[in-house]
């Protein structure tokens, strides 16, 4: 089983509906992160955890919400899904800084 | 406030052929650094880590990148490509008050590898 594992790993769905992506990790670790990747623009945070009690917005986390339900569980929602979310979403975990990331494979999501 | 410029957004190289990846970086004080891979359809996977100590780090694939204070750059290079390495680069730093708590990200480098 991979460490990181997102779903679903493809998605479309229409203006204005609400829809989760789900994140699961089994290293044990207390980090964890959503990414939006958009060409041309590399990465970009949305949210972050440090632990099932903290959650903090990253730069672009107009329009989206999370939920840290367990340590090894970090779900990200759009409340009403528009086109320019349309990309290719990851989440990542880490044990600290400095050790680096565990990327999970990404889920891309369409919005129409 | 931190960033990551990667100047080349693609790059085209024939398989043997030598390979560097430019990286810049702003941030206030010492930067951890790292270059990721991104395979089509992949995640992203590390290919080596810099955060103190010897400025010329090794990591995985025959991948190497130096650490250059005075420049603020963090090039990554590779002797001899080979066409498996055809892939997406990223270059990120850690950054913000408190620590090194989350990675910024550079737009990327696509590599082509030439037969």
């Known amino acids: 089983d991979a460490d990181v594992t997102q779903t679903p790993r493809n998605r479309i769905t229409k203006t204005g509906k609400r829809i989760m992506l789900e994140c699961s990790q089994t290293?044990?670790?207390?980090?964890m992160y959503w990414y939006r990747q958009d060409p041309g623009l590399g990465l970009r945070l949305i949210y972050y955890s440090f632990d099932v009690k903290d959650i903090n917005k990253g730069e672009i986390s107009d329009g989206y919400s999370v939920s840290r339900q367990a340590q090894a569980k970090f779900s990200l929602s759009l409340e009403s899904a528009i086109p320019n979310q349309t990309a290719l979403y990851f989440c990542?975990?880490?044990?600290?800084?400095?050790?680096?990331?565990?990327f999970g494979s990404g889920t891309r999501l369409t919005v129409v | 406030a931190q960033s990551v410029t990667q100047p080349d957004i693609h790059i085209t190289v024939s398989e043997g052929a030598s390979l560097e990846l430019r990286c810049n970086y702003s941030?206030?004080?010492?930067?951890?650094l790292f270059w990721y891979v991104q395979s089509p359809g992949q995640g992203l996977q590390l290919l080596l880590k810099?955060?103190?100590?010897?400025?010329l780090v090794q990591g995985i694939k025959g991948f190497e990148a130096e650490f250059k204070r005075s420049q603020s750059s963090f090039n990554l290079r590779k002797p001899s490509v080979h066409w498996s390495d055809a892939a997406e680069y990223f270059c990120?730093?850690?950054?913000?008050?408190?620590?090194?708590?989350?990675?910024?990200f550079g737009a990327g480098t696509r590599l082509a590898v030439h037969p």
């Open positions: 941030y206030g004080a010492t930067p951890y």
């Open positions: 810099y955060f103190s100590g010897d400025t």
């Open positions: 290293k044990g670790h207390d980090r």
């Open positions: 990542a975990t880490s044990r600290s800084g400095a050790a680096g990331y565990t």
């Open positions: 990120a730093v850690g950054g913000a008050s408190g620590g090194y708590n989350k990675l910024i």
